[in-house]
Structure formats: C-alpha cells, structure tokens
C-alpha cells in the first residue's frame, strides 16, 4: 500500500504502528518539555496507548533515550525519567566548555561566508529582540539562544562532536527552562553570542574559542549558583 499524505489508516482501518524514530522524537519532545517530570516512572504500555504505537517502537525509544542519559529503564517497571542534580549540572558544563570552543573554532576553520552564518546572526537579532520590549519574552529569548547553539554545533564540520555537544545540551534543557525566571536577565549572554559570532566573521579563530570558553563558564556558574542557592536537589 503507497502512504498518502493527509491519511494515516491501513486499508482495514485500522491505525499503522508509529515508526522507532516517530514515538523517539515524540518521546524525547516530552520529557524536554517536563511534560514527564524528573523522577516520574512510566510504563511501556502507557506509551504505546499514548502515541497510538505497538510496543516494539517504544521499547526502542527507551533505549536510544537512555543511551543519550534521559531515562532510566527499570526493568519489570518501564522507565524512570533522569533527574540532574547540582552535580551534574556542574559536570555538564565542564564538558560544554570542553566541547563547543573546539567546535566553534573548527568553524572558523571552515571560512564560512556571511551567508552560511545567517542562522547564528539571526538567533543574535532574536535574542536582542526579545529583550528590547518593557516585557522581556524570555522564553523567545530562550529559544534563540537555543537555535544559536544548536546551529553553531552543527555547522562546526565535525558530525561526531556536534552529536556529542547535542548530547549533552539535551540533558540540560529542562534545568535550563526551570531557572529561566531565577536568573538575571540575559543581556551579558546575549552580547557574548554576538561577539563569538563577530569573531567567526573576522576568521580569529582564536578569539572565537577564547569567547566561547568564558561565555560557557560564566553561564555555568551562573546556573550552578543558582540552583545552589534556592537549595534545589533534582531538576
């Protein structure tokens, strides 16, 4: 049978199985978006009722999510969604800070043109933007922070450490978006993606990786700082 857009029956009726990669994407978007909090256990079964998918693809899920430190499969109980702790909070943005200078410095290398960069100076733009108003939009912000990140790791040549930044990003999404309103309001951070970019614009390689590597520290210490002083255990 040929799949036609707008149609989602087999010719019985009846619903086909959702691909690995579709309940994975699907999967993923919800633990990132808290909608299974840190600590919660799920089921197989309740996942595959949710998403409308045969078991297969799920059980699939698990483990792609628990290789990438999302998840936790207990067995004969589903899965436990990873919580992070200050410590590992700490731990992620020492590899972040390891990571993304290597990757922003292999971009220079690479001699983008202004164009290939759009993307990076237009999350900047963003990111000004929702600053600019009498009521910041900091989820805006957030997103076009982001986008810049997720951008500039994948256009760094190297497809193996863009994984590994990805990776490791991911695992600090929601400790990100949970201390959104608890930190200063990013206008030093939104000035240090400008200038890593301007830097990747001047090819000063050099310079870019030097930017990024304090951007990084300064950001994680920030974070860390914070979840230490609202005394917050899990994330």
């Given at each position: ?48 009722s949710e998403f ?77 933007n929702a600053l ?104």
């Amino acid at each position: 049978m040929i799949a036609l857009a707008g149609y989602d029956e087999t010719e019985d009726g009846s619903r086909p199985p959702r691909s690995s990669e579709a309940v994975y994407l699907k999967l993923k978007q919800a633990i990132l978006d808290n909608r299974y909090p840190p600590g919660a256990q799920i089921l197989e079964s309740q996942i595959a009722s949710e998403f409308e998918a045969s078991r297969t693809p799920v059980r699939e899920s698990f483990v792609r999510l628990q290789q990438e430190g999302l998840l936790e499969i207990v067995p004969r109980h589903g899965v436990r969604i990873s919580a992070l702790s200050p410590g590992d909070m700490r731990e992620i943005y020492e590899i972040l800070m390891s990571l993304e200078p290597t990757a922003v410095e292999l971009l220079v290398a690479r001699r983008p043109d202004r164009a290939e960069l759009s993307g990076l100076v237009r999350a900047c733009d963003d990111m000004e933007n929702a600053l600019a108003g009498a009521q910041p939009d900091l989820v805006a912000w957030a997103m076009a922070d982001e986008h810049f990140h997720m951008s500039l790791a994948k256009l760094c040549g190297n497809k193996r450490l863009a994984a590994m930044i990805l990776t490791v990003w991911d695992q600090a999404h929601r400790a990100r978006m949970f201390t959104l309103s608890l930190r200063p309001l990013p206008l030093q951070s939104t000035a240090e993606h400008r200038a890593v970019v301007d830097a990747v614009l001047a090819g000063d390689g050099d310079r870019a990786r030097e930017l990024y590597f304090a951007h990084r520290k300064r950001g994680g210490n920030e974070l860390t700082t914070i979840i230490e002083r609202h005394g917050i255990q899990r994330l």
